[in-house]
């Protein structure tokens, strides 16, 4: 079995191989037994070794000599109220980020929008880093989603396990990236709702026998 800290370690490094999470910006958790493990306040990938990951409970209660990520309201809350929410990654990834400085989500532009619950991936009000009202603002815009932006800050993903979680992360910055360019030439024509139900039926039973 993967130990949850080392696990926590890899893909922390991997978001910022990846160019998903420059520097100290963002952070990401694991649920654990015990409630979840969060990366620490702070500590770039490269400095950064697995004893750092930071327990904490489901009542917001943290263990260790250091300090956790400052975001650590929103991924105890998320544990709280989404059961099937294994891991949770928060990250500035450059598309993403400049989407959600114009407070704007995903519109349904491409059908690939579904893999993250439905038609569209809506964009959190602002509220200040850190805060329990980025929190609440979070979990609103999260309501039937896996993924949703965080205005003027960055982008939010969930999934059952880290890997999960972080091919959504993935697969969402280059949406992000899809649509700003396609903006290029005007808003992108947006699927019906009758088109987007069909892809939703078609995806529903893709890959099976």
């Known amino acids: 079995m993967i130990d949850p800290a080392q696990a926590l370690l890899a893909a922390t490094r991997r978001l910022a191989e990846t160019g998903l999470n420059p520097g100290s910006a963002g952070n990401l958790s694991v649920r654990t037994v015990e409630g979840f493990l969060i990366t620490p306040s702070g500590i770039p990938p490269e400095e950064l070794g697995a004893e750092m990951m930071v327990p904490m409970t489901l009542e917001g209660i943290s263990s260790g000599p250091w300090p956790p990520s400052s975001e650590w309201r929103f991924h105890r809350d ?29 519109p349904p532009f491409h059908y690939m929008i579904l893999r993250f619950g439905g038609p569209d991936v809506r964009c959190a009000r602002y509220a200040r880093f850190g805060t329990q009202a980025l929190s609440d603002a979070v979990l609103e815009a999260l309501e039937g989603r896996r ?7 960055g982008m939010l993903v969930l999934g059952r396990d880290l890997p999960q979680a972080l091919a959504l ?41």
């Open 78 to 106: 998320l544990y709280r109220s989404r059961p099937e929410a294994g891991a949770v990654v928060h990250c500035h990834s450059p598309a993403a980020t400049a989407l959600a400085c114009h407070r704007r989500g995903l």
């Open 169 to 209: 992360a993935q697969e969402l910055e280059t949406l992000c990236e899809h649509y700003l360019r396609a903006r290029t030439l005007g808003e992108p024509v947006h699927l019906t709702d009758e088109e987007i139900a069909e892809a939703q039926e078609a995806i529903a039973g893709y890959g099976r026998r």
């Open 147 to 153: 993924a949703c932006l965080m205005a003027n800050h």
